[in-house]
């Protein structure tokens, strides 16, 4: 069995990289739904003006190969990849000396994971996802606290709103970077070819 620990370890032969699915090494880094809070992720699309666009977001969950994440149908990010569904997202874990880079195409996701992934989100999260709105965004403070508190005491229970969308992004290309204490960071980069990945073994 592969760990991410003897995958990266300092002792690791860089031919040893190319015996790696990364799809399997990236399921070890990303926590399970439930195990941890979810990753923040840098996403990164492309503008109508040729210009990326980047922001965080969280990264609802890792499935079948692809990183998904949850966002509103009005946003800026989501009129982007509408133009051109393409974007890079970064995970960076600074504390244990790891980051992992990939960039491809984006699709919608299922409205059964959207559905779950909404049920996962803290109350908090859950009350954003109605009440980010540009009305109440342009109240004042008091006004904003008060349609907040009034929404939350009328509605004990929440679905998605209509506007809560996903997505998923399925990797071309995967760039696993990882910290060494002892020595210089490294990374691997794995390549889609077809049905197969090429990797090359990078300085950090
Ligand atoms: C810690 C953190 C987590 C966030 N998570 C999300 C998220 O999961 N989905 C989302 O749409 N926006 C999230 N945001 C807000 C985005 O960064 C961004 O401001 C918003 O989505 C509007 O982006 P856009 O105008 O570029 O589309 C998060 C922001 C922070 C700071």
């Not at 992720?41 to 492309?46: D, S, Y």
């Not at 210009?51 to 990264?59: D, Q, S």
């Not at 974007?87 to 959207?114: F, K």
Request: proline share 10%; aromatic share 10%.
């Amino acid at each position: 069995m592969i760990t991410s620990s003897t995958v990266f370890g300092h002792d690791c032969e860089p031919a040893e990289y190319a015996e790696i699915d990364p799809v399997q090494l990236l399921s070890m880094w990303i926590p399970a739904p439930g195990d941890a809070p979810p990753p923040l992720m840098a996403l990164a699309t492309i503008a109508e003006d040729g210009y990326p666009r980047a922001r965080h977001v969280l990264l609802s969950e890792y499935r079948g190969g692809a990183v998904y994440f949850h966002t509103d149908a009005t946003s800026a990010k989501v009129a982007e990849l509408s133009v051109n569904p393409r974007a890079a997202v970064t995970v960076a874990w600074p504390e244990i000396g790891r980051q992992v880079s990939m960039y491809g195409d984006i699709t919608s996701s299922e409205p059964q994971l959207d559905q779950a992934v909404y049920a996962r989100r803290g109350r908090y999260l859950q009350l954003l996802a109605w009440l980010n709105t540009p009305e109440i965004a342009a109240l004042d403070p008091a006004r904003r606290h008060a349609a907040w508190a009034r929404f939350d005491a009328e509605h004990p229970r929440l679905e998605p709103p209509p506007n809560w969308v996903g997505f998923a992004l399925e990797p071309k290309e995967l760039t696993f970077w990882r910290g060494d204490p002892l020595g210089p960071s490294q990374r691997t980069r794995y390549r889609r070819d077809k049905d197969r990945w090429t990797v090359e073994v990078l300085p950090g």
